[in-house]
């Protein structure tokens, strides 16, 4: 489908309804939108539209492999100024052009998109830790980054958050990842637990050794998040909400899964519309008196790199123009538009759900 040329996106009107309509895709995501200031609500729409339709690709494409290099080379064309003539491929751009967001990032979100392809399984909870970094943990440092803090230690905190977030969903989704053959439990744990791994995932079912697994999984997440809490105070004063509150809704999926008994094998837990309108009021009211913690814990290891490679990063964008013009807004609202019909007509056309 080919696009307009890119508007700057500032309408809060037109940005309400492009979140709506993605919200099928992920519900926590909408929720949490909601509260993020307008001057980058339009980014992380178009960073989530790209992200969302990127994984949609590779998993979902005839040929992993293709699509992996398809999305390279969108991303070499979007970096060079002249992106491929795709809704989101536009959008993105604006995004990188914008903020000169570092590539990096999106390199680490491709390789992870990668590791899924190849059925990749992990021995560790280091190993996963990689895995998170790069699905989750480079989505974080680029929201991160679009807020407006670039110091290393506040992208550390967000890279954790992401990787805390990936945890819960993998805890979540161990029935459903097992039937589509992924396995992303750490294997020395669940042989720890007298599980042989290849053996469950031809048979997956729950036992009380595979609860013991998924609660040392949430354990370690909810470590991540208590750890990432405190890099939430160091962001920009209008986005600590947002980000609280998504730290805050992830977390409870973790919580309810444990009261449930840690069986995501034949069910998939969900936090409750209540519940998630009362962490968002409690988020709002929490974000206004956090503060910055006086020492600063050092990075994950597994996010280490893409830190070090936001920190020396050389942007290498072409940029056409020093600022995006500005659009009438009936240019801006069919612009959107065009967006929100395209990702919608691929969320009902997908053939799996949604991961985040």
């Given at each position: ?10 309408s809060?009107?037109d ?6 309509m ?21 980014a992380?729409?178009?960073?989530y ?25 969108r ?9 491929e003539?795709y ?16 590539r990096?990032?999106l ?9 899924d392809?190849q ?9 996963v830790?990689?895995?998170?970094a790069?699905?989750?943990g480079?989505?974080g440092?680029?929201?991160c980054?679009?807020m407006?803090n ?12 992401g990787?805390?977030m990936?945890?819960?969903n ?6 459903e ?16 637990a ?23 999984l ?35 999926i ?10 995501s ?9 209540t ?10 009211l929490?974000?206004?008196w ?49 967006l929100?019909e395209?990702l919608e ?12």
């Amino acid at each position: 489908m080919h696009s307009p040329s890119t508007p700057e996106m500032s309408s809060q009107e037109d940005l309400q309804a492009c979140v709506a309509m993605m919200r099928g895709g992920s519900k926590s995501f909408f929720a949490a939108s909601k509260l993020l200031p307008e001057r980058i609500r339009a980014a992380s729409v178009a960073l989530y539209a790209f992200c969302r339709v990127a994984d949609d690709l590779v998993d979902e494409g005839e040929s992993s492999t293709a699509s992996l290099e398809v999305l390279r080379t969108r991303l070499d064309a979007i970096y060079s100024s002249k992106p491929e003539p795709y809704i989101e491929d536009n959008a993105l751009r604006m995004v990188v052009e914008q903020y000169e967001l570092p590539r990096a990032m999106l390199d680490a979100l491709i390789e992870g998109f990668e590791w899924d392809a190849q059925g990749k399984t992990y021995g560790t909870i280091e190993d996963v830790h990689q895995y998170g970094a790069r699905v989750a943990g480079s989505v974080g440092a680029m929201m991160c980054w679009i807020m407006g803090n670039r110091k290393a230690s506040t992208l550390a905190r967000a890279c954790e958050l992401g990787v805390a977030m990936q945890l819960t969903n993998i805890a979540r989704d161990v029935g459903e990842d097992a039937r589509n053959g992924r396995l992303y439990l750490p294997t020395t744990w669940m042989k720890e637990a007298g599980i042989d791994p290849t053996h469950w995932l031809d048979q997956p079912s729950f036992s009380p050794a595979l609860q013991t697994v998924i609660e040392r999984l949430l354990a370690e997440a909810d470590s991540l998040y208590a750890k990432a809490h405190t890099g939430i105070a160091d962001l920009p004063k209008d986005c600590r909400a947002a980000i609280l509150a998504a730290r805050l809704i992830y977390a409870e999926i973790g919580h309810q899964l444990k009261r449930e008994g840690c069986n995501s094998i034949n069910h998939r837990t969900v936090v409750n519309s209540t519940r998630k309108w009362a962490l968002l009021g409690q988020s709002k009211l929490q974000a206004t008196w956090l503060s910055s913690p006086k020492d600063c814990a050092p990075p994950l290891e597994a996010i280490r790199y893409l830190i070090d490679a936001c920190a020396t990063m050389d942007i290498n964008v072409q940029k056409t123009r020093p600022r995006l013009p500005n659009r009438n807004i009936v240019e801006r609202i069919e612009w959107l538009l065009i967006l929100c019909e395209r990702l919608e007509f691929e969320r009902r056309g997908a053939n799996s759900p949604t991961r985040h």
